[in-house]
């Protein structure tokens, strides 16, 4: 079955880039996502991109994706407190219904 | 805000007993899906709804059930609860099969 993995923390010092990894295995992927989950909150969508782009700017965020590799960044520039968080990288495929299938997080703890 | 509701945001229950989670979709969303978050399985799918018609299932145990009303608000149900049912249910909302919002979640303690 599909699978999504993502290193378990990452820590990095305020006004630092920080970049975030995952790795999945559907091929058929068709968006990927990432969200954001802070300590008891629900899940904030971050920004996603489409499966045929290799790479999306956000503001502070870029998201870059290897499609040959399966390999999907998530890239926070001059990261602030205010971003530690745990990050969920998602993939969806359409021909499920439209389901989500998540990453086990990564926790970011930024450093003043 | 997402702009998807979920009620009741804490639920404190007993092994054995029934409860039902509330989802209120985005206005104008047609699909509704449910999530299970917990520490062993992390964020799991559970279930799908379009537009009153359930879509896609996943890891969703027998003694859950769930639909969508004719005013698209959905709710789910666990019965027979165990322990290990313990978890944040989190609803999600699309207007079609796209990009999902996500509710604040549902706290269910089973003791």
């Known amino acids: 079955g599909e699978d999504v993995e993502q290193s378990l923390f990452l820590s990095v010092r305020e006004g630092d880039s920080s970049v975030i990894n995952c790795t999945y295995t559907?091929?058929?992927?068709?968006?990927l996502y990432w969200y954001k989950q802070e300590p008891g909150a629900g899940l904030q969508l971050l920004t996603y991109?489409?499966?045929?782009?290799d790479m999306k700017q956000d503001q502070r965020l870029t998201v870059l994706l290897n499609k040959k590799d399966k390999h999907l960044s998530l890239r926070i520039a001059d990261t602030q407190t205010g971003d530690s968080a745990i990050y969920f990288c998602?993939?969806?495929?359409?021909?499920?219904?439209?389901?989500?299938?998540f990453g086990g997080g990564t926790r970011l703890m930024v450093k003043p | 805000d997402s702009g998807v509701t979920q009620t009741p945001k804490h639920l404190i229950t007993a092994t054995g007993q029934r409860v039902t989670l509330r989802c209120s979709p985005r206005?104008?969303?047609?699909?509704v899906y449910w999530y299970q978050q917990s520490l062993d399985q992390g964020l799991q799918f559970l279930i799908q709804?379009?537009?009153?018609?359930?879509?896609a299932k996943g890891n969703i145990l027998e003694r859950f059930s769930a639909q969508q009303f004719p005013d698209l608000h959905s709710e789910l149900n666990l019965s027979s609860l165990e322990l290990g049912d313990s978890a944040l249910y989190f609803c999600?909302?699309?207007?079609?099969?796209?990009?999902?919002?996500f509710g604040p979640g549902t706290r269910l303690t089973v003791l």
């Open positions: 991109i489409f499966s045929n782009m």
């Open positions: 206005s104008g969303d047609l699909s």
């Open positions: 998602a993939e969806s495929n359409n021909n499920a219904g439209n389901m989500l299938t």
């Open positions: 999600a909302s699309s207007v079609g099969e796209d990009t999902q919002y």
């Open positions: 559907d091929s058929s992927s068709t968006y």
């Open positions: 709804y379009y537009n009153g018609e359930e879509r």
